[in-house]
């Protein structure tokens, strides 16, 4: 990838592309999910290179939702879920998951928070900040349900391919949902490509047609440096993605059971790269939690609070990072918790 990358600013690389992003990488992008998941996409017409799947989403909510329509989301959450669906006059209906269910969900909290104005749901799954995956059948009871409501889906499934506890399905696959249901994905997680900022989005010709005139006026088009990385890693770092999942499955394991042992429940992540232990026993606020250990051990966690209401008395931990700082990190916990 940074090879590629490379050879092609010395090439002379450095010029925009067109709106929907370089037609060989989309060609890439559709040859992918059609092996990894039997799902078909047009790259002409039904697939659109974004600056990130960040940007992705904002554009999804631009394109569909008018001023008071509503928008069905879960929490705990992605910081920035909520938030846009408000900067577009949309109406956020929160779906609220929880510790006792391992966080998931299913079409029985997304009734719960359906209203009349309801125009379409919002999925993530793998979950950040989380790692709740789906179970086959809750994906159907989700699509029955969306389809019922003749709803609109939009799926961000970054981490479709960080999923450690069987396979991820995405739910356009599932009868009836392909026509309502865009996905977005990209390389940021399964290619470690952070700073690249390339996503991409599939859906109806027509939903793209209407992200892609938002994109052209807001964005122009995603960095073409990153799009040829990117195109690169699906033709050459499969392997590689596939080694650096099995790093990150050992240290999930790893973390999950120090958390354990440090007396701080914690559910196993069936997929991204975070855990959500339970530091409710402590007595102290999440918030309170991540800034006493900041300023006591030097170790940084993110305070569920950031995550949604629901989200009071837990912490974020990455583990995209070595085995040995998180063995040091769990280290300096105990000892903070121990102190309590």
């Excluded at 959500?276 to 026993?281: E, H």
């Excluded at 939690?289 to 900041?294: I, R, S, V």
């Excluded at 070595?322 to 918790?337: D, M, P, Q, V, Y």
Aim: charged share 20%.
């Amino acid at each position: 990838m940074i090879d590629a990358t490379i050879e092609s600013l010395r090439g002379g690389y450095t010029h925009y592309t067109g709106n929907a992003g370089l037609p060989s990488l989309r060609r890439e992008i559709s040859k992918y999910l059609e092996k990894e998941y039997d799902l078909s996409y047009d790259p002409m017409s039904e697939i659109l290179i974004t600056v990130g799947v960040s940007q992705g989403i904002d554009l999804a909510y631009r394109s569909i939702l008018n001023p008071g329509d509503g928008l069905i989301y879960t929490q705990p959450s992605y910081v920035s879920y909520g938030p846009l669906i408000e900067l577009t006059g949309g109406v956020p209906l929160v779906a609220y998951t929880d510790f006792e269910k391992q966080f998931r969900f299913s079409a029985i909290e997304l009734e719960k928070a359906w209203q009349p104005n309801a125009k379409a749901i919002f999925l993530n799954y793998p979950s950040n900040p989380t790692g709740a995956g789906l179970k086959s059948e809750d994906l159907a009871s989700i699509a029955k349900f969306t389809a019922e409501k003749d709803m609109l889906c939009i799926s961000d499934e970054i981490y479709a391919e960080l999923t450690y506890e069987g396979t991820h399905t995405p739910i356009a696959t599932l009868p009836g949902m392909k026509e309502r249901t865009l996905t977005l994905g990209g390389f940021s997680k399964s290619f470690a490509m952070t700073g690249w900022r390339i996503g991409y989005a599939c859906g109806p010709a027509d939903w793209i047609r209407a992200m892609t005139k938002i994109h052209q006026y807001s964005m122009l088009c995603a960095p073409i440096q990153g799009q040829i990385g990117a195109e690169a890693a699906l033709k050459y770092a499969i392997s590689d993605r596939d080694r650096m999942k099995d790093n990150y499955k050992r240290r999930r394991d790893l973390i999950v059971q120090g958390f354990r042992e440090l007396g701080l429940p914690c559910h196993l992540p069936e997929g991204a790269f975070y855990v959500f232990p339970d530091i409710r026993s402590t007595g102290l606020s999440s918030m309170q939690f991540a800034k006493n250990l900041l300023e006591d051990q030097n170790v940084a966690v993110v305070p569920g609070t950031a995550f949604g209401s629901n989200a009071e008395g837990f912490i974020r931990c990455s583990y995209a990072t070595a085995s040995e700082e998180i063995k040091k990190a769990l280290e300096r916990i105990g000892k903070f918790t121990s102190t309590i």
